[in-house]
């Protein structure tokens, strides 16, 4: 059995006119990890996006969202992939938008090609310079302040232990849990809205039922 630490790293993100953020967290492993073969299942073949970094075998998944309740997509990388070049990835599949909204990053995405990348997209970036830029600029420090949604995000999820600690071999399988933890996630807001009813009861379904 696999045991691992959650860690989250934030950056920033925008969509819909509204601050969004784009993250990451570790899954981390310890070496001999994964099912063993002995009942004679067949061997899990294809891509597992896990790596060696600093703190051992882990594997990072770097998500785009538009709030704390909105995520707008996401992708697994090694551990040893570097966090700006993977958050362009994203951009990229975000797009253009068409009204000019604030992209909320940390200091890892404020390089020049990530900030170009999001000017040309339509994104405002906010981002806070490194410490040892020459000519540093100007920011909206209580507008990039507004990053913690995408922690509250990822709080919420690793709430589901199979996210917080990563069984799956496969990259695929992982990813469709992740899409189950998202989805969970947002049917529990509609039932605490009152969206959704059970249709012998005046009060909202509860997510236990919900599920059942």
């Not at 090694?78 to 200091?107: N, Q, V, W, Y």
């Not at 995408?150 to 917080?164: A, H």
Request: proline letters at 6%; aromatic letters at 10%; hydrophobic letters at 40%.
């Amino acid at each position: 059995m696999t045991e691992s630490q959650y860690e989250v790293i934030e950056e920033g993100f925008p969509r819909h006119r509204k601050p969004a953020e784009i993250s990451k967290f570790f899954v981390r492993f310890y070496e001999h990890q994964g099912a063993s073969r002995w009942d004679g299942r067949f061997k899990k073949r294809g891509k597992q996006s896990i790596g060696r970094s600093r703190g051992g075998w882990n594997t990072k998944v770097h998500l785009v969202a538009a709030s704390d309740r909105n995520a707008v997509t996401f992708e697994l990388s090694p551990g040893e992939a570097g966090d700006a070049p993977e958050g362009r990835k994203r951009l990229e599949a975000c797009g253009k938008i068409r009204k000019p909204t604030h992209l909320l990053m940390d200091r890892a995405n404020e390089g020049d090609n990530t900030r170009a990348l999001a000017l040309e997209l339509g994104f405002i970036p906010v981002v806070p310079p490194k410490r040892n830029r020459l000519a540093p600029w100007q920011y909206d420090r209580d507008l990039c302040k507004l990053r913690n949604r995408v922690q509250r995000l990822f709080r919420r999820i690793k709430r589901f232990r199979r996210i917080f600690i990563r069984y799956d071999k496969l990259k695929v399988i992982f990813i469709a849990f992740l899409f189950l933890a998202f989805i969970l996630d947002a049917l529990l807001l509609l039932c605490i809205w009152g969206f959704i009813r059970h249709p012998a009861e005046s009060e909202p379904i509860s997510l236990p039922k919900l599920i059942e």
